[in-house]
T-cell receptor, first 117, second 112 residues
Framework: AQSVAQPEDQVNVAEGNPLTVKCTYS??????LFWYVQYPNRGLQFLLK??????LVKGSYGFEAEFNKSQTSFHLKKPSALVSDSALYFC???????????????FGQGTILTVHP | DAGVTQSPTHLIKTRGQQVTLRCSPK?????VSWYQQALGQGPQFIFQ???????QRGNFPDRFSGHQFPNYSSELNVNALLLGDSALYLC???????????FGPGTRLLVL
């Protein structure tokens, strides 16, 4: 079974400061890892993904994430936060067991990011 | 390039009724997944359709059923609605070889 944990319900940062939103995962095979962002009353917007290769993944709007296999983590980062980054962030995992390129995403509970002016 | 679209945007039903939600995938996508997002929770996988067949299913009762049409659009049907079915229902599409699921804006269902 695959699972995702986002240990922080809320993260608060000042505008211009770096931000980190934490995510750890559990899968039986190799993980496909994703970050999505959700604005109020909206669907999920894809930010970035890790499939294989470089452990540092760059995505949309200046976000990046670092894959750490030994710690089974995939933390989302941004060097300089903007007020407009304030939203709900979800980490998700898909198990690549069997080599499938499809299948369900398992999401964490979400982390509310608030960036203060 | 149109993204994933869903209809209706909002829906109010009463307990015991049936509801049908609709989804049109992103252009070029052939796989559709449905998720239920309860308030304050992460999305939960309901099922996935590919080539008009249910390919994978999550832990949802048989009251939840779906369909995929030859043009890859999809429907989610929920019978005998319960108060606990109130949620945001999200549709996501992908191309079978790509892997990234792109989400629609969702349908918010309220069961009274």
């Amino acid at each position: 079974a695959q699972s995702v944990a986002q240990p922080e319900d809320q993260v608060n940062v000042a505008e211009g400061n770096p931000l980190t939103v934490k995510c750890t995962y559990s899968v039986s095979g190799n993980p496909y890892l994703f970050w999505y962002v959700q604005y109020p009353n909206r669907g999920l917007q894809f930010l970035l993904k890790y499939i294989t290769g470089d452990n540092l993944v760059k995505g949309s709007y200046g976000f990046e994430a670092e894959f750490n296999k030994s710690q089974t983590s995939f933390h989302l980062k941004k060097p300089s936060a903007l007020v407009s980054d304030s939203a709900l962030y979800f980490c998700a995992v898909r198990d690549n067991a069997g080599g499938t390129s499809y299948g369900k995403l398992t999401f964490g509970q979400g982390t509310i990011l608030t960036v203060h002016p | 390039d149109a993204g994933v679209t869903q209809s209706p945007t909002h829906l109010i039903k009463t307990r015991g009724q049936q509801v049908t939600l609709r989804c049109s995938p992103k252009s070029g996508h052939d796989t559709v997944s449905w998720y239920q997002q309860a308030l304050g929770q992460g999305p939960q996988f309901i099922f996935q359709y590919y080539e008009e067949e249910e390919r994978q299913r999550g832990n949802f009762p048989d009251r939840f059923s779906g369909h995929q049409f030859p043009n890859y659009s999809s429907e989610l049907n929920v019978n005998a609605l319960l108060l606990g079915d109130s949620a945001l229902y999200l549709c996501a599409s992908t191309h079978r070889d790509q892997g990234t699921q792109y989400f629609g804006p969702g349908t918010r269902l309220l069961v009274l």
